[in-house]
């Protein structure tokens, strides 16, 4: 640490893409006792988004923008040219947040202190591109933010800095997301400080108890009924609200969100059968338990509370969502 304590200002280049990223960033430029100075800023290239495909710049760009930063948007930053601009920049250190590119030794070496993550995560457990929600759809009570030394291999470093938070009963991804995102950049400032002034023992991460939370498939949001009811409710949770979990209703997709687990107790009805409708919410069977949603959203249409949603359904009581797309 003795070459960090020398650095009484760290020269960053700050790398990140999605809404996760913007309250480190935010943190970085606005802190009343920041020590720091943001040289520049990486984020992934725009993309076509919507049904226009119109060309849409990442989140962190806009902001980075606001602070009149420069930008770099490399394809890959395995690219040798963008390793010169880095060279050429000269940062003392490469701070990451959700930036959707593991970055190469070759990267990592050119500033002297190397790079810093922010991942949301007790690492290492749930290491990969999509830790919050795997962590609801485990089922996990608690959770945290790790700041780790980056490494060639994915979410590998050594931890510098690591704090736990409780998951609340109704968390569901965008809630712990925002929490999270805050918490990080909250950390990120701590653990510079503590950098700088020679607090850090870095621990190495047990391979042994690693955990993986891969990128998420169109599969893994479909429900399977014949899981309990709180193995469900977790799925609904950890992808609400997006990509959403999902079942069929008369051939055509339905979303599920806001569930609630009435019962633990197995049920003698097929499961995915409608159990009863109220404003309330859609009671439904499943292998263990039963389940209350009380927002929905089919196919084409918006998301509804039951109560509205119910206003144009009639005789879903007795009906059985499926896996698959019906004939009905």
């Known amino acids: 640490m003795s070459e960090e304590t020398q650095l009484k200002s760290y020269r960053i280049l700050f790398f990140g893409s999605p809404e996760f990223a913007i309250p480190s960033l935010r943190a970085l430029m606005e802190s009343p006792d920041r020590e720091d100075k943001v040289i520049g800023v990486v984020a992934q290239p725009d993309r076509p988004k919507g049904r226009g495909r119109k060309l ?29 601009e880095v060279e050429k920049i000269a940062p003392d250190l490469l701070v990451v947040a959700a930036f959707g590119q593991i970055l190469p030794k070759a990267l990592l070496e050119i500033p002297p202190l190397g790079g810093i993550n922010v991942h949301p995560s007790l690492l290492p457990k749930y ?165 209350v949603v009380k927002e929905v959203q089919l196919e084409g249409r918006k998301r509804l509370t039951v109560r509205e949603f119910i206003k144009g359904q009639s005789n879903l009581i007795g009906k059985r969502l499926g896996e698959v797309r019906s004939k009905a």
Do not use: C
């Open 127 to 291: 290491r990969g591109a999509a830790p919050i929600n795997w962590t609801l759809i485990r089922g996990e009570t608690v959770t945290g933010v790790t700041i780790m030394r980056l490494s060639p291999r994915m979410d590998s470093g050594d931890i510098l800095f690591q704090r736990a938070m409780f998951i609340e009963p109704e968390d569901t991804f965008g809630s712990l997301h925002d929490k999270l995102a805050i918490f990080g950049a909250e950390m990120l400032l701590e653990t510079l400080h503590r950098m700088k002034r020679g607090m850090l023992a870095p621990i190495p991460q047990d391979d042994n108890l690693a955990t993986y939370a891969p990128k998420l498939k169109k599969e893994d949001a479909l429900i399977d009924w014949g899981k309990s009811a709180q193995e469900i409710a977790n799925l609904i949770r950890g992808l609400d609200p997006w990509p959403g979990a999902y079942t069929y209703l008369n051939g055509k997709i339905l979303k599920l969100f806001r569930p609630q687990v009435i019962s633990l107790t197995p049920q003698d009805i097929s499961p995915g059968t409608v159990l009863d409708v109220n404003p309330e919410g859609i009671q439904i069977a499943t292998k263990q338990g039963i389940l």
């Open 56 to 84: 849409t710049p990442p989140p962190v760009k806009v902001l980075a923008q606001q602070y009149n930063l420069p930008v770099y948007q490399p394809e890959t930053v395995k690219d040798p040219a963008f390793l010169k």
